[in-house]
């Protein structure tokens, strides 16, 4: 992290530019870890922006995606800049959203907005194009990676029966993940913004520039008429109208998704209230990536804290600054 730290700090716009365009050539042409850098680009526009001013950092941005456009445009293949322009876009959002002292629900949904935008563009752009409904493409596209995973299952050592029955159901799957793709989009943007604003918080408090906003992330909770919404929008669900189902649906996985959030805010504040160790709490985040259904209980407990208020449990006599 110190590392980290001293290459970012004080950088020149040339300095500030090779980093990235390491992210932005690594999303771009390297095929498993490009993912990954085009998801964490966000964090290094905001650290830069924050620590070495948002003029220079979006200057050397703006450089960056000149050439990787220039590039593109000598190999005459198509333009690669909408996710890069947006995800870079988001992290000086980001910057500039902590540098005003906003709340950290606006430093989150802003930014996840412009993805969600961004998003819609493009398969409204794309459908104008080929001359098809946006909704038919989104179809179209969701079917194209269920067909990709199918063969990827297929080269795995799963059992026959199993890839057989994704097979058999594969219209129905297709149909399922297409009736819930607003709120599929919306959850990742927020997650990803999420997990950009954490990791910066981390690297700007190393290096001495924690952003007093920012430091209450484990404190954060739902406000109480949320809960409402959870409600309403589960009992809709019973309803039946397709329209309706599908608004309901939507917002239902959503308000979970952001219950989620507090859970794992509330096991966050848990960890720093009793010290535990990075390296269990890297394993706790890691065995549920592994293990989903995990996150059921977590959400739960995000949900009761209107009731219970778990941290009341955990929070130390005298008053202590929670920083993630």
Same mark, same amino acid.
């Given at each position: 992290?110190?590392k980290?730290d001293s290459l970012?700090?004080k950088?020149?716009?040339?300095?500030?530019s090779?980093?990235?365009? =390491?992210?932005?050539?690594?999303a771009?042409f390297?095929?498993?870890l490009?993912?990954?850098?085009l998801i964490?680009?966000?964090v290094?526009?905001?650290?830069?922006?924050?620590?070495?001013?948002?003029?220079k950092?979006? /200057?050397?941005?703006?450089?960056?995606?000149?050439?990787?456009? +220039?590039?593109f445009?000598?190999?005459?293949q198509?333009?690669?800049?909408?996710?890069?322009? @947006?995800?870079?876009?988001?992290?000086?959002?980001?910057? $500039?959203?902590?540098t005003?002292?906003?709340?950290?629900?606006?430093?989150?949904?802003?930014p996840?907005?412009?993805?969600i935008?961004?998003?819609?563009?493009?398969?409204?752009?794309?459908?104008?194009?080929?001359?098809i409904?946006p909704?038919?493409?989104?179809?179209?596209?969701?079917?194209?990676?269920i067909? /990709?995973n199918?063969?990827?299952?297929?080269?795995l050592?799963?059992?026959?029966?199993?890839?057989?029955?994704?097979?058999?159901?594969?219209?129905?799957?297709?149909?399922?993940f297409?009736?819930?793709?607003?709120?599929l989009?919306?959850?990742i943007?927020? =997650? #990803?913004?999420?997990?950009?604003v954490?990791?910066?918080?981390?690297?700007?408090?190393n290096a001495?520039?924690?952003?007093?906003n920012? @430091?209450?992330?484990?404190?954060?909770?739902?406000?109480?008429?949320?809960?409402w =919404?959870?409600?309403v929008?589960?009992?809709l669900?019973f309803? !039946?109208?397709?329209?309706?189902n599908?608004?309901?649906?939507?917002s239902?996985?959503?308000?979970?998704?952001?219950?989620?959030?507090?859970?794992?805010a509330?096991?966050?504040?848990?960890?720093q209230?009793?010290?535990?160790?990075?390296? =269990? $709490?890297? #394993?706790?985040?890691?065995?549920?990536?592994?293990?989903?259904?995990l996150?059921? !209980?977590?959400?739960?407990?995000?949900?009761f804290?209107?009731? +219970?208020?778990? $941290?009341?449990?955990? $929070?130390?006599?005298?008053? @202590?600054?929670?920083?993630?």
């Open positions: 992290m110190k980290l970012i700090l950088s020149s716009i040339i300095k500030q090779l980093i990235i365009i =390491f992210f932005i050539f690594s771009v390297i095929p498993f490009g993912s990954f850098c964490l680009l966000p290094i526009l905001f650290t830069l922006g924050t620590i070495n001013g948002e003029f950092t979006a /200057t050397a941005f703006f450089i960056s995606s000149l050439l990787l456009f +220039v590039l445009l000598l190999l005459h198509g333009n690669p800049l909408l996710p890069i322009v @947006t995800m870079g876009l988001a992290g000086l959002l980001i910057a $500039r959203l902590a005003m002292n906003k709340s950290v629900e606006k430093v989150i949904a802003y996840a907005l412009l993805i935008a961004a998003i819609c563009f493009y398969f409204i752009y794309s459908g104008f194009e080929q001359s409904h909704w038919q493409l989104i179809r179209k596209y969701i079917a194209s990676m067909d /990709t199918i063969k990827l299952y297929s080269q050592p799963l059992a026959k029966e199993d890839i057989d029955f994704i097979k058999s159901n594969q219209e129905s799957i297709t149909a399922g297409t009736m819930i793709f607003p709120s989009i919306t959850i943007s927020i =997650f #990803i913004v999420w997990l950009n954490l990791i910066g918080k981390n690297i700007l408090s001495g520039l924690s952003r007093p920012l @430091t209450m992330l484990a404190s954060w909770k739902t406000p109480d008429f949320f809960i =919404f959870f409600i929008s589960g009992g669900n309803i !039946p109208n397709g329209d309706v599908f608004l309901a649906l939507n239902f996985l959503i308000i979970c998704f952001i219950y989620l959030l507090q859970g794992f509330i096991v966050s504040f848990i960890f209230s009793k010290n535990v160790p990075a390296a =269990f $709490r890297f #394993i706790f985040y890691f065995f549920i990536a592994v293990q989903q259904f996150m059921i !209980p977590i959400a739960t407990v995000g949900l804290d209107i009731w +219970v208020d778990f $941290r009341k449990f955990f $929070r130390k006599d005298e008053k @202590t600054e929670i920083v993630s």
